[in-house]
């Protein structure tokens, strides 16, 4: 794998602002660093939340965002090196698929089609974005509460407000019912490039225990599939303190596999 070009893919209720020190930190290790939006994340974090609720967000489908990722990487002198968090994680996994990347690295990644867990954190977690007793039409708003015990759960409560009011908007729920389905299936035993999964022991959102279920899945290909936990990171493991040592072990298995 020789690529010097890293496209970061952000999740759920997250705009490529997330991303902004991972940005610094590759690039000062000599990567090109891209972090293109899912469609009508252009607008700022303030801009997004007064346009709650959209009527054009609710139609947004995961199959969209697919869809407008790959065809920006495509766009690229190379395959590059994509890492996703969350719902990014698993469009990660579903990119690869496409061999349209040169690595892939899934933090903290949503489940694929067919994999899950009857955890009490991740029901209670998704139950809200996911639940059929709403018009999948209606965008969902995330309050500081919920924010709050499915992404930062062992913060500071002023660490906590500060993430909030930074990252959070409102969110389709067509992306996270679309993911249920055909469309994020993986062919597990099909060769893929190298990929690394990365979870955090205090994830609510996303247990570290359905990471390495997702991950399981994988040993059926011969392919590099590598797999990490750190432990008392929650969701929110890019932006909480410590970051830094999640960014750098990544680099280090990025360079172990040529990259």
């Not at 965008?139 to 015990?149: D, G, L, N, T, V």
């Not at 999964?197 to 225990?209: C, E, K, L, N, Q």
Request: hydrophobic share 40%; net charge positive; aromatic share 12%.
């Amino acid at each position: 794998m020789k690529s010097k070009i890293v496209v970061f893919i952000h999740g759920m209720y997250m705009t490529p602002l997330c991303w902004e020190h991972w940005v610094e930190t590759f690039r000062s290790r000599g990567y090109q660093c891209l972090a293109p939006t899912w469609p009508g994340r252009y607008k700022p974090v303030e801009t997004l939340r007064k346009n709650h609720p959209d009527p054009e967000l609710g139609k947004l489908t995961l199959s969209a965002v697919i869809e407008s990722l790959a065809a920006f990487i495509k766009t690229l002198d190379e395959k590059p090196i994509l890492i996703g968090h969350s719902m990014g994680g698993l469009m990660v996994q579903l990119l690869l698929q496409k061999d349209i990347a040169a690595a892939g690295v899934a933090i903290d990644s949503a489940p694929p089609a067919g994999v899950f867990t009857t955890k009490g954190s991740f029901l209670k977690s998704n139950w809200p974005h996911i639940t059929p007793f709403v018009s999948l039409n209606n965008p969902i708003e995330m309050s500081f509460e919920r924010f709050q015990y499915t992404f930062v759960n062992t913060l500071p409560l002023e660490e906590q407000r500060a993430a909030y009011d930074r990252y959070v908007v409102p969110e389709s729920r067509r992306v996270p019912r679309e993911s249920l389905g055909s469309i994020a299936r993986i062919d597990f035993k099909k060769p893929h490039v190298p990929l690394l999964f990365v979870a955090g022991s205090a994830d609510h959102v996303i247990p570290a225990s359905l990471n390495q279920t997702n991950y399981d899945k994988y040993k059926q290909s011969s392919s590099v599939t590598s797999f990490k936990e750190f432990a008392g990171r929650t969701h929110f493991i890019i932006g909480q303190k410590g970051w830094e040592e999640v960014a750098a072990f990544i680099i280090v298995w990025l360079d172990e596999q040529g990259g």
